[in-house]
């Protein structure tokens, strides 16, 4: 019978006596190919689950929820293409919701998934990060959904007003907010990730601060990249809080370098 193919996959093995985390042994322990996919379908149907109980509840917030789009795209009433249109984007929309509501589920989900291949210390600040990843995440997604998407409808529908009938139909509504929403709140992840580089000693603060020319390129292409408009203000409007974050991360670097100071300067007693 022809043999399994093996994995190798983590394991931790804890000494006697307590103390750093270089004190910790990380010994391989192998796992088949077949334990991994079993181990991707649980995490997946988890996942899975608790949309479904999330997309109960998201029923019951499409309404306000539309209407709350409806108002900040400065339309009357949503234009449709199709004539199944106005259900299908009702469930979609409350789709959405779910998949919103149930965002540190899925988190915790892809974290504990790839833990088993990390060290003690790596799984130890990859889950301590898990309520800041999804506190970040939430924050950009408001950014945007509260303040810069109705900023960018505002100006899209009085742009050329006396040559142009704005009525933009329901998808691109949807497109445009889950663009900008996604890309916020994956942009306010910025922080939390130059935290973990710096924690982690793969990247320096003080590398950090010297690549601020090169880091503005950048947030102004992830700007142009978020917002759908081509007018250079509107991509202002995101560039500067990406920047800003970019600024904070380069605090959240330097505490952490700080403490990783602290903590290799500690005698293993205190660890106890």
Do not use: C, W
């Not at 193919?5 to 750093?20: E, T």
């Not at 799984?123 to 997604?141: D, I, N, Q």
């Not at 009938?165 to 907010?177: G, H, R």
């Not at 978020?226 to 202002?236: A, E, Q, R, S, V």
């Amino acid at each position: 019978m022809a043999r399994s193919l093996r994995i190798p996959k983590f394991r931790i093995s804890l000494p006697n006596v307590r103390g750093s985390d270089e004190d910790y042994e990380d010994i391989f322990e192998e796992m088949t190919l077949a334990e991994h996919l079993d181990e991707l379908r649980s995490r997946l149907m988890k996942m899975v689950l608790g949309i479904g109980v999330a997309f109960v509840i998201g029923l019951l917030l499409v309404n306000p929820l539309l209407r709350l789009i409806r108002d900040a795209a400065n339309v009357d009433l949503f234009d449709v293409n199709e004539a199944t249109e106005p259900i299908t984007s009702y469930f979609k929309t409350a789709l959405y919701i779910a998949i919103t509501l149930a965002l540190p589920l899925i988190f915790y989900q892809l974290f504990a998934f790839v833990a088993p291949g990390l060290t003690r210390k790596e799984k130890r600040y990859l889950y301590g990060s898990l309520p800041f990843v999804v506190l970040f995440f939430v924050l950009g997604a408001s950014f945007a959904f509260f303040i810069a998407v109705p900023r960018a409808f505002q100006f899209l529908s009085t742009f050329n007003s006396d040559l142009f009938e704005y009525s933009p139909t329901f998808s691109s509504i949807a497109a445009f907010y889950l663009q900008v929403s996604i890309g916020l709140g994956l942009a306010f992840q910025l922080p939390i990730i130059m935290y973990l580089l710096a924690r982690l000693k793969i990247v320096s603060p003080q590398r950090m601060s010297g690549s601020r020319r090169y880091a503005m390129v950048l947030v102004l292409i992830a700007a142009a990249l978020i917002t759908p408009t081509p007018d250079p203000f509107n991509m202002l409007f995101i560039a500067a809080p990406i920047y800003f974050l970019y600024e904070l991360g380069i605090i959240f670097a330097k505490i952490a370098a700080r403490r990783s100071v602290t903590h290799s300067l500690r005698p293993p007693e205190l660890d106890a």
